[in-house]
């Protein structure tokens, strides 16, 4: 049974997103050749970033010829943010014969930022005071865990990244695209919650988190584990369900969706754990994957299994004290349930093959 506080949500995000689909304001498209500023201004826009530098990208770039782009204007009526998606894409999409593929993708555009519309009237979301432009680059590179005993990096799971204080999101992975787009909105409407360098080492001691580095500046650890990373992933995951469930117009699919989400949740963790146990002493990686995938699965862990939150709201910004207390009340019988130590709870199966380093099932619809 899942808590009332999302059934709740999920009754208000069904009302806004039938009143989006509805309303008179539509998605403009427009598609222009590009230019050879904006090829560059976007290679050393990547090239800067740790996330989004690779060459795969920098290959798919170069072949893209049109920028596609999907505008929602600024409405009075809801008084949101205007929304802008840009797609970089091969000119051979537009072509007669390609008339499905473009079909496709311009249904999945629409219906994607009349998601990311819906979830900025949510309360209890601070709405970006300026129009939003992703930017999206999407690589057909699926995540995948890197060679035995290798570190996790960016280039194995990030699909995506933006700066708070600006209006630019950059999404440069195919898989799980709209998924991703909506973790990135989530970071511009709940900002990033500072943690207290007391309660991360906490964390860090709690869960064997590799220290190096973190001697007189957490932020400065190489093995960076970020707690926020964790809450905007398991919202992202919720909403996502709740969109998937809309878009199938079955009221009552989000919930199973969620449930298949934690069984994933829970494999990919004890893939992640088993790989530290085989390779290091602690935890050690050089991106997020930790957050996005272990303590992810323990928030949705504690909201769709542990239920403690009971008739409550349940919202985006816990309080850094309140889910380090969590951690520290629930961590071993967390990793008994990520273990498989309960025989009624065993869960070995994913749909993806097994060097799959995804985050989600159903990020792709």
Not at 43 to 48: D, H, I
Not at 178 to 204: A, F, N, R, T
Not at 330 to 341: A, C
Request: with cysteine; charged share 20%; glycine share 4%.
């Amino acid at each position: 049974m899942t808590p009332s506080g999302l059934s709740s949500t999920f009754m208000t995000l069904k009302r806004l997103y039938r009143e989006s689909q509805m309303q008179s304001q539509s998605v403009r498209t427009e598609r222009h050749a590009i230019s050879s500023i904006e090829r560059i201004t976007l290679v050393s826009e990547l090239s800067t970033s740790h996330y989004g530098k690779s060459d795969e990208i920098f290959a798919y770039i170069d072949k893209c010829t049109h920028i596609f782009r999907f505008i929602l204007d600024k409405s009075n009526e809801t008084l949101t943010p205007g929304i802008q998606i840009d797609i970089w894409v091969h000119e051979s999409i537009f072509d007669a014969q390609c008339a499905s593929k473009l079909f496709m993708l311009t249904r999945t555009m629409t219906r994607l930022i009349h998601r990311l519309s819906c979830v900025s009237q949510l309360q209890g979301f601070k709405m970006p005071p300026l129009r939003t432009q992703f930017v999206l680059v999407p690589v057909d590179q699926p995540r995948e865990f890197p060679r035995s005993g290798q570190l996790i990096q960016p280039v194995h799971i990030n699909g995506g990244f933006t700066y708070l204080h600006g209006n630019r999101v950059f999404v440069v992975r195919k898989e799980e695209l709209p998924k991703v787009c909506l973790h990135e909105w989530l970071h511009h409407m709940q900002g990033d919650v500072p943690w207290e360098k007391e309660e991360l080492s906490k964390i860090y001691k709690l869960m064997s988190i590799d220290t190096a580095g973190c001697t007189k500046n957490m932020l400065a650890c190489m093995t960076d584990i970020r707690p926020n990373e964790a809450v905007v992933e398991a919202w992202a995951c919720m909403l996502h369900a709740m969109f998937v469930s809309l878009d199938n117009k079955i009221d009552d699919l989000w919930e199973r969706v969620l449930l298949q989400e934690l069984s994933f949740a829970r494999y990919q963790s004890h893939k992640l754990l088993k790989y530290q146990y085989t390779h290091y002493p602690k935890w050690m990686e050089g991106t997020h994957a930790f957050s996005y995938i272990i303590l992810k699965c323990f928030i949705l862990w504690d909201t769709l299994i542990q239920n403690h939150h009971g008739n409550n709201p349940i919202t985006l910004l816990y309080e850094p004290p309140q889910l380090t207390s969590k951690f520290e009340q629930q961590w071993p019988l967390f990793l008994d349930y990520v273990q498989n130590k309960h025989k009624n709870n065993r869960d070995k199966s994913s749909p993806f093959p097994k060097q799959s380093l995804r985050m989600t099932v159903f990020g792709d619809f």
